[in-house]
């Protein structure tokens, strides 16, 4: 699915920062994403990976720096920015599917009050994404009554319902039972395979190593090192992500 | 801080030693601790039945002649009044209660002052000063000011009921996690209608319980439509109760519309408590 021909990335990210108050969280954050492509971002926490991911569809205000998606420049204080968004699909680490609807109508509820689509074509579309992260039988299910990973699989539902040209994942996986995890990961495994471009925050190295494109390793607010999955993961250059990487993948030992 | 040395040596004195017996048990402590408190209540009742005057008390209070005769007009009117001016200001109090809460979170810092302001104002003030400034004080002021009974009243009770329930309402709005309007708002939709689609749902969910109670409040304050006289029919169960007084020289009244209110408002608490289980728990949103 990545077309060599088609050069402009749909992701494209320049001396992003960002600052609270005199906390400069991120430094000069510089990142292009290829349609298709599927990069990962990984580091330790308070690194600023979740506020960059945050930034791309300006759920954070960048306090510099440009970012276009798709053509449409982010950090333009005219843009539509709801209509950007609808583009730009997003998985929280807390899921927050809206806990006063059905399963259906949290897959609808903005396809008919944003796109604008009729509820039997809402409906179709909802249906064909629950059925892509196999909920279909939990169609008129309250979120309250679904496991963790279930919950999570009806976001990722709900974003893909909005017919995104970008998914963003921020730790999708983080606040899940272990056992459940690996649903998620395989629904978006799926998804990658099917050409999306994602960006994901995660602490899932053998997901990264496996699906990712690209590795991004930030600390700081920097990004460290960047760069094939295999590479960054499995022969790391810079000494910081050499020491995290021992420390998540081998969390038992000491040093 | 009671370790004086004769509780030490009554406490174990060491290992291997059997626990010493106290002269009670906690067992039988306890027993005599209840017969006590059962004690103390009969003592009471014993004393107030023994000392009221309950001839002249049944005379004061108790003319089922009276009671009687201020049927069916309690209920048809009094009662269908207190009821209605309670609605109509809570319905009036509510929506402004709406715009207050959402004044107070606005990102204009006019309206969240105006809204501060009004709220402060209106939660400091009894109940009564607003009925008389505004049932004698406005009429003054405005000479043309002459607004039906009805509608006076109403507007006094959503006065002071919205200040209340806008603070309930802001409340149970910040109760909504921030996670919900950043997923409503990473679908594109716009801040307001997050806000309508999305936060205030939840937010009346935790809501309902409050604002239930903030209603038998209501019921209570409508009370004071009384100073401001009213027609006959216009009378509701407190200035029923005071014209009743008067006529028959006897409190009989009161013990009627006491019972009144209590119709009114206990099935509301009973309501309040059902919404309580329903929703009190309820997780807004998902965690």
Redesign the interface.
């Known amino acids: 699915m990545i077309s060599t021909a088609d050069k402009t990335p749909i992701i494209s990210i320049k001396n992003l920062k960002k600052s609270f108050g005199s906390n400069q969280v991120l430094t000069d954050i510089n990142l292009e994403v290829d349609k298709g492509e599927v990069v990962c971002v990984v580091g330790p926490s308070g690194s600023g990976k979740s506020t960059m991911l945050r930034c791309i ?1 300006t ?1 954070e205000t960048p306090t510099g720096g440009s970012i276009v998606v798709d053509g449409m420049d982010m950090t333009d204080l005219d843009l539509d920015i ?5 583009r ?3 998985v ?1 680490q ?7 609807l059905t399963v259906r109508e949290n897959l609808t ?2 396809q008919i ?3 604008g689509r009729s509820k039997a074509e809402a409906d179709k579309v909802a249906e064909a994404n629950l059925a892509k992260v196999g909920l279909s039988e939990k169609i008129d299910a309250k ?2 009554s679904l496991s ?1 990973g279930q ?1 999570q699989r009806v ?1 990722i539902a ?2 893909l319902s ?1 017919d995104p040209d970008v998914m963003l994942f921020d730790e999708p996986t983080s ?1 899940l039972d272990p056992e459940t995890v690996g649903d998620v990961l395989q629904v978006m495994r799926n998804l990658a395979e099917a050409g999306m471009t994602m960006v994901v925050v995660t602490h899932e190295m053998e997901f990264a190593r496996q699906v990712a494109d690209r590795v991004l390793f930030m600390d700081g607010g920097y990004v460290v090192e960047s760069g094939p999955a295999r590479e960054v993961i499995g022969n790391p250059q810079e000494q910081r992500t050499k020491d995290f990487l021992a420390r998540v993948l081998n969390p038992g030992q000491l040093g | 801080m009671s370790t004086s040395p004769t509780t030490g040596s009554r406490g174990p004195t060491g290992p291997g030693h059997p626990v010493p017996k106290a002269k009670m048990s906690k067992r039988k402590k306890a027993k005599i601790s209840r017969g006590i408190q059962y004690g103390i209540l009969l003592v009471i009742v014993i004393a107030i039945i023994a000392v009221a005057d309950w001839p002249t008390l049944i005379d004061t209070f108790g003319r089922v002649d009276i009671a009687v005769s201020m049927f069916p007009e309690v209920i048809t009117k009094a009662l269908k009044n207190t009821v209605i001016f309670t609605a109509l200001g809570f319905v009036l109090g509510l929506i402004v209660a709406i715009v207050l809460a959402l004044m107070r979170l606005s990102s204009v810092g006019i309206y969240r002052w105006i809204s501060f302001a009004y709220i402060e104002f209106f939660r400091g003030l009894p109940a009564l000063v607003v009925f008389l400034v505004m049932g004698f004080g406005l009429p003054v002021a405005f000479q043309g000011f002459n607004l039906p009974q009805l509608v006076i009243i109403m507007i006094a009770l959503a006065l002071v009921s919205s200040a209340y329930m806008a603070e309930t309402i802001r409340a149970g709005i910040q109760a909504v996690p921030q996670g919900q309007v950043e997923a409503a708002r990473s679908l594109g939709m716009s801040s307001s209608r997050a806000m309508f689609t999305i936060v205030l749902p939840q937010a009346m969910r935790i809501i309902l319980p409050p604002l239930t109670n903030e209603l038998i409040l209501l019921t209570k304050d409508s009370s004071l439509a009384y100073i401001l006289g009213s027609s006959v029919d216009g009378r509701e169960l407190a200035a029923l109760g005071r014209a009743e007084i008067v006529n028959s020289a006897n409190l009989t009244p009161f013990i009627v519309i006491a019972v009144c209110y209590l119709i009114i408002t206990i099935p509301l608490s009973y309501l309040s408590r059902v919404l309580e289980r329903k929703y009190g728990s309820a997780e807004p949103g998902v965690k």
């Open positions: 569809n759920l709801d209509a950007a968004r609808t730009i699909g997003m929280f807390s899921f927050n599917l809206f806990g006063h509820v903005a009050k944003v796109l979120p309250a963790g919950q976001a709900r974003a909005m606040a």
